[in-house]
């Protein structure tokens, strides 16, 4: 088993629509990382992060921009301690994914790229059929906006790739980044 050195933490970034398997592909990272002897890893979920750092935050631009801001900075902080960590968030504009990319530096974005059919198939929380409804306002995908990201260092794509291809390809990027 190969040992991580605990004094080089990372960021791995999850960006992708709602139901495109960025909390799903994060906790399969995190067992192949777990295999490799890389036991201190923390994932912080979106939809987890809402409830607790971001609680009383709405669904508007500025409210997204503070959200994802809040999350990179725990992530910078956990980088800089030493602890690989993932995020796993939609952060759904260009602009403060490059600002969390910049402020955390040992940064891999990943782009859980799946098709809006696939992510409303997934959708057991009926979201994507409330914001079809005008039942939720602001929905990623639907009625605002999400900026696919123009230079990922992975792309996985859910509707395609099976969740151990999405694994390999993101466990390959940190081999080749000496991540691992």
Known sequence: ?????????F????TGLSGAGKTTLSHAVHEALRDRGVLNVEILDGDIVRTHLSKGLGFSKPDRDTNIRRIGW????LTKHGVPNMAAAISPYRDVREEVRKMVGRFVEVYVKCS???CESRDVKGLYKQARTGEILHFTGIDDPYEEPLNPEVIVETDKE???QCTQK???????????
Do not use: A, D, R
């Not at 088993?1 to 933490?9: A, D, Q, R």
């Not at 725990?74 to 902080?77: D, I, N, P, S, T």
């Open 116 to 118: 809006i059919s696939v």
């Open 11 to 14: 960021t791995i970034w999850f």
């Open 74 to 77: 725990v992530c910078q902080l």
């Open 170 to 180: 993101i466990m390959t990027k940190l081999e080749e980044w000496g991540y691992l």
């Open 162 to 164: 099976n969740i151990e």
């Open 1 to 9: 088993m190969t040992h991580y050195s605990n004094n080089s933490g």
